[in-house]
Every structure is written in structure tokens, then in C-alpha cells.
């Protein structure tokens, strides 16, 4: 730290020379012997290195030219209290390209923090790492393990970040991932298509936690077995289809808006379930095109409560639907808290909402009522499957529950044995209400769940349980925001805004009115007489 006099003195004349004499110590070595020899990837590899060290240089020169940063005018913090004594601060940031120093003037008085104009026109974090390294740790953080996502960082750029560090700043990078979506449902996006159906539709999957980091109940359930599993066995080995660990429930959501897509319900089935296979004398006929997602956005929160999540999607679902004319369908697994939850939201949210049963859930069911009368994988199995589901999905789910119980009883079955029987009956009489697909297809409503499942394999499993680790609560939310960014596609509009709330973050609301003052531009010297010999600095 030195102090200086009010007009800095004048950056380096050549603040690009290093980088000048790495470009030609470069085209110099492609020209060597030992270059001419090499083989093309050998080639690609020495100029990355090369090029690598090139850019590091470059980049250096234009801090360089930029130093010390000295401000146009007064500098008075957001106190109002005038920064007066002016004194030159050095820093290092790790970026792609290397470290870097940065040389910038440090507007100080007793008793009040420093502020460096020149940090804010860079936009430079408060950690040694730039905003790019972390952008690029974020990138790789949210699909694979941290360990590989270093590995590659460190072998394609010329950033070193320890493994601590990497989690902390994937934890950085997605500090703004609620603000981003609020103020972008503040805007007028652009409206789905007049007749398109405004989905929404939610699951839970669990994600493998420290135990502090478990919701209370879990917390006490998990330590409940833990005394009792050591109480049993000194060995403390686990009794078949016990975990290990306990979970904490992620709520995952979609909204997306889609085109009706109409048809019969022996054509779903036949997508679903092909009962006749194509014959010479029979041809195919070419299926439909089915229409697929748009704006799609899908999400997933351990911190959240279940009711915030649907709250939040009811929001989502209306930048959609401003106007709120479009048809809204939901989607639902069955599970009754998500039911109640969805209702009471819709309810809340004052919109008309039609709650549909994922079929696929419902077809399980009845995959194993089937087993019951037949034997699993026989044609008459899943002749009997075939023919239920058929009629479930023509709005018979009543009927079909009643002639099942019917066909046990006369078979006189044992209740252990028709035990599927019954608990597919009870499961179509209880979401009978849910089960109208006769309606939902002729209206052109999805009745799958497809796009949720898919969420939940890729948000969360694909990723969560990569390692087989055990995560923290903040760097598990935090990895599930980066990975919903890149699946809605949101990222690159994300991360625009996320480096916007770190300058007013970390400069703008540090001074007065929440305006960093500018930099006025370095002094230039004028070019060196011929007669008097030539000098720069040497850093």
C-alpha cells in the first residue's frame, strides 16, 4: 500500500508488451523444428497452453492500463461521509486465464471502510474469484461432482479453486435464482397461444442429507431407528430395506403451456400399450405428431415447503395466462397433500383449475390386479390389463372397480391373495373425481406425467446421487437452482441478471445516492523522443 498524490501518476506506456513478446515468442516456435514435427493434437495442445499464458498476459495489460482507477470526482460513501485520503491497494483475482493483480487507488478516512471505484467499474467480487470463474464452476457444478467439475476446470482453463471454495461458490452463484423469476414475472413476457392448455404439475423426491439438515420430524424418526438398529444389534448392521440415511423431500414443479392434443382413448392406449403388432397385410398408420412443451420452466426446492412451491407455480402459471382465459390443468400423482395443497392453492389463488390423475400411476394399479387372475407376463394378463385400462380411460374407473372386487369374490380368493384387487378398487373409487380421461382427451388435456418425471430424474436424482454423498442444505438448494436454470433454459438470462445484483451488491449501494462514481480515464504520456531512450515499468 502506498499513499499518492491527488492526479496518479501515469500507467505503464507498454502495458501490452509482455503479451506482444508472448505472441512472437509463439509464431516463433511454430516455426521451430521441434513444432514442425508435432502432430496436430500435440499442436492444439502447446497453443493452448501457450494461448492460455497469452490471454493471462492480455488481461493483465488492460488492468494494467486501467490502474490505479482513480475517480472523475469527490468520493463519499453511502454514510455521506467523504472519502478523502487516497492510498494505492493491491489485489489478486483468479480468472480463466490465471491470476492477475489489480492496482487500484483506495478512497479511505478514519473510522469508515475503504472504497476502490476501480473494483466497482470491473465488477470485481469481494473473494479472490472472478465472476467468470464463477460462472464456470457453477456450469460444472450442476452436472457432475465437484471433483470432476475442478478437474476439468483446471484442465481447460488456467483457474485453480479448491474444492471448499467451489461449494461456495456455487452457493454464491445461485443467490439470486428467486429475485431473477420475480422480476421477470413483473415483466409482460410474451403469452402462450390462444388455445394452448397452461400446465402445471408437481412430485417430491427425497435427497440424501445431513441429519441436521433434516426437517424435525424425519430428524426424530431418524434418530428413533438409529437407537433402536443399535439397541438390536452391537453391530449395527441394517435389516433388509432399511436406509441408511434419511431424506429430505425436494418439491419439484413444471409449468409449461402445450397445444391441445385430442384423442380417443383406445388411441392413447395404443401408444401406451400396443396390443397388435404390425402385419404385412396391416400397415401402420403414422401417429400423430404430438405437440410439445413450450416456455417451459421446471424446478425443485429442499428449503421451500410444499405449499410455497405451488403457490409460486400458481404465479408462473399465470405469466402464461395473464388474462387468465386459457384452460389450467394440473397434474397430480395421487399422494393426498399434494391434492389438498393443490386445491386449497387454486382456491386461494381464486383460479379454475382441472385436477387430473396421471394415468401411468393408475395402469400400475392395474398391472397388479391383473397378476392376481393371471400369470405376470402371459397374453391373458395383459389381455385383462389391456381391456381395464381401456375402460378407465373411456370414464369408467367406478365400473371397473366394482366388476374386479366382483371377479375375486367369485373366485374365492383369500383376502391375502386379492389383497391387489382390492387396493386397486379402493384406488379408483378414491380419485374417481380425478379419473374423467374420457373428458380430458376429448378436450386435448396431457394425461401423463411424463414432463415431471423426467424433472425429477434429471434435477434431482441425476445429480443428487451422483457420488452417493451426503449434502448440506444450502449447497443441495443451491446445486438444484444452477441445474433448473440450464433445464428451463434460463441460464444464460439468469446469470446477465445475476452479475447486475453483484455490482449493487458489492459497489453501487457502498456510495452516496447508490451511484459509484466513475473512473476517469488513465493519463496517457506522450510517445518517448528519439533521442531519449525508452523506459516502462517492471512488474
Known amino acids: 500500500m502506498r499513499v499518492v498524490p491527488h492526479r496518479a501518476a501515469p500507467p505503464d506506456s507498454a502495458p501490452y508488451a509482455a503479451a506482444e513478446a508472448a505472441f512472437a515468442e509463439t509464431t516463433s516456435y511454430l516455426s521451430s523444428r ?81 472504497l476502490h471505484p476501480l473494483d466497482a467499474s470491473l ?53 439470486d435464482f428467486d429475485a431473477f ?27 440424501v442429507l445431513h441429519r441436521e439438515d433434516l426437517r424435525e420430524a424425519t430428524r426424530k424418526a431418524a434418530e428413533r431407528r438409529l437407537r433402536q438398529r443399535e439397541q438390536l444389534s452391537p453391530f449395527k448392521r441394517l435389516q433388509p430395506g432399511e436406509k441408511k440415511h434419511a431424506k429430505r423431500m425436494a418439491t419439484v414443479a413444471a409449468v409449461y403451456a402445450v397445444a391441445p392434443f385430442v384423442r380417443s382413448g383406445e388411441e392413447f392406449l395404443q401408444s401406451l400399450m400396443p396390443r397388435q403388432p404390425v402385419t404385412k397385410t396391416k400397415k401402420a398408420e403414422t401417429p400423430a405428431v404430438r405437440p410439445r412443451p413450450v416456455a417451459k420452466r421446471v424446478w425443485a426446492s429442499l428449503e421451500r415447503e410444499p405449499a410455497e412451491v405451488i403457490a409460486e407455480a400458481m404465479l408462473e402459471a399465470e405469466r402464461h395466462d395473464p388474462e387468465r382465459v386459457k384452460r389450467w390443468v394440473v397434474l397430480v400423482d395421487g399422494a393426498e397433500t399434494q391434492l389438498d395443497l393443490v386445491e386449497a392453492g387454486a382456491a386461494a389463488y381464486g ?140 441460464f444464460d438470462a439468469y446469470w446477465d441478471f445475476h452479475e447486475v445484483c453483484e455490482h449493487e451488491r458489492n459497489h453501487a449501494q457502498r456510495y452516496a445516492d447508490g451511484i459509484a462514481p466513475p473512473v476517469a480515464p488513465p493519463v496517457t504520456e506522450p510517445p518517448p523522443s528519439p533521442s531519449s531512450p525508452r523506459l516502462r515499468r517492471v512488474k
Open 123 to 175: 465488477n470485481l467480487p469481494p473473494e479472490r474469484y472472478s465472476l467468470e470463474v464463477r460462472r464456470r464452476v457453477a456450469e460444472a457444478a450442476s452436472s457432475r461432482s465437484f471433483d470432476e467439475a475442478l478437474f476439468e476446470l483446471s484442465r481447460h482453463t488456467g483457474a485453480q479453486v479448491p474444492k471448499r471454495q467451489a461449494e461456495q461458490l456455487a452457493v454464491r452463484a445461485a443467490e
Open 351 to 490: 383460479v379454475d383449475v382441472t385436477v387430473i390423475l396421471d394415468i401411468i400411476h393408475v395402469v400400475e394399479y392395474v398391472w397388479k390386479a391383473a397378476h392376481v387372475f393371471h400369470r405376470e407376463q402371459s397374453p391373458d394378463a395383459a389381455h385383462w390389463a389391456w381391456t381395464r385400462v381401456q375402460s378407465i380411460l373411456d370414464g369408467k374407473a367406478r365400473r371397473v372397480a366394482a366388476a374386479m372386487r366382483r371377479a375375486a369374490t367369485v373366485a374365492g380368493l383369500s383376502r391375502d391373495t386379492r389383497k391387489p384387487v382390492d387396493t386397486c378398487a379402493d384406488y379408483l373409487l378414491k380419485y374417481a373425481p380425478y379419473l374423467h380421461y374420457d373428458r380430458y382427451l376429448a378436450a386435448g388435456y396431457p394425461i401423463a406425467t411424463g414432463v415431471i418425471e423426467g424433472a425429477c430424474r434429471h434435477l434431482v436424482r441425476d445429480r443428487m446421487e451422483l457420488t452417493g454423498a451426503r449434502w448440506r442444505l444450502v449447497g443441495a438448494e443451491a446445486v438444484l437452482k444452477l441445474r433448473a436454470l440450464r433445464a428451463s433454459g434460463d
Open 34 to 114: 521441434e513444432a514442425l514435427q508435432m502432430s496436430e493434437s500435440d499442436l492444439e495442445r502447446e497453443l493452448h497452453r501457450r494461448g492460455q499464458a497469452l490471454l493471462r498476459k492480455l488481461l493483465q495489460g488492460h488492468l494494467d492500463q486501467r490502474s490505479p482507477g482513480e475517480a472523475a470526482g469527490p468520493v463519499a460513501g453511502a454514510d455521506g461521509v467523504e472519502r478523502s485520503q487516497r492510498r494505492v491497494h493491491e489485489r489478486r483475482v483468479e480468472t480463466t486465464f490465471g491470476t492477475v493483480e489489480v492496482e487500484r487507488i483506495g478512497y479511505a478516512r478514519a473510522g469508515h471502510e475503504s
Open 181 to 207: 423469476y420475480e422480476a421477470r414475472r413483473a415483466t409482460a413476457g410474451e403469452p402462450a397461444p390462444e388455445e394452448s392448455v397452461v400446465v402445471l404439475t408437481f412430485d417430491g423426491k427425497g435427497v
